[in-house]
């Protein structure tokens, strides 16, 4: 019955972090790491190899996204990314006034009229 | 759910099934095992990509607001978290005996244990309530109504108890769906129902579940109850 065992363990454990202090995170820390490898002792030792692997993947996904977005902090908005109201720009520098549809020409006076029919604009 | 339907058939019990537990894509009992557990495990996979976008969230907030979650973190109340992990782990201890005698062939033992285990699950549920109970009285649910402690910021100390309401209200849905599950269980063991009688999977399944529960707790309390100065 070591299930008994290291339950009690982590028990007593926890019972002595009673007592604050600055090394309080550590021993917290260690004991939940601790009542992760009992997790894992029980469950995955006993399983086949297609399961551990699920195990596994899991865990290198929580190291993973972990690595990956802990300096979000760091980084600052790239401007017209999300469309918001901070910038009307896009990545290229753009923004709508460069979509604008260009300005209309002036009607054609009768003096200059030419004798050409106008084509009509395919639309 | 997930443990009754891989077992449906059309027949009723007990000549379910003319080959026993073992079913008929499956070319012997491991390989069915194998195949449940592994399924499990896939399903626990995605609780964990669940909850770590949460945790992520916390490490990243609290590295910056760490004054906020420090006051916040003296507004909870350690014995009712400390309590809470005690039993849980208790729980947890008396699932996996449940598991054991569900491997063991011996019925007459599981479903007090299951008890003890929906007893230590809802504790846990009714030292929550209590606790989420006292902090809303006390204007410490984020929202129109939020007092911020003593000393702490408006944002930083809401992020705090937004993390704190989002993470543990999380896990008490989780252990919740884990109460109604085990108490199907034991409802099950009790009436001697073959579907978790002839083949211990069921039962280890759900106890998979509830030491993953557990498991979440156990990297919770000291998150959220054990912040040092």
Redesign the interface.
Known sequence: MLILMTATTEIALHLSLGTLGNNIVAMAIAATKAVLVLAIFMGVLYTNKLARMFAFAGFCWLTIIFGILIDYRAKQPIPGFMHDQSSGMNLSGQTMADFAPPKANPPETQAKGSTDVPVPVSP | MTVESAHATPVNAPEHNPHGPLHHQYEDIEQQN?SY??G???F??TE??FF??LF?AY??FR??YQNDFYIGSQDME?AFG?AN??VL??S??SM??AVHFAQLKQPKKVPPLLFLTLCGAVFFLLVKTHEYLNHIASHHFPGAAFIPPEGATMHGSQLYFSLYFMMTGLHGIHVFIGLIVISILMYLWIKRNPIVTEDYVPTEMVG?YW??V??VW??L??LFY?I??
Do not use: N, Q, R
Request: glycine share 6%; proline share 5%.
């Open positions: 194998d557990v592994t499990m495990w896939a626990l996979v964990i990509m770590g976008g992520l490490t990243l590295s910056h350690v400390a992990t005690y782990l208790s947890s201890l996996a005996l998979l030491h993953f557990d498991l156990i990297f309390f000291p054990l040092p100065k």
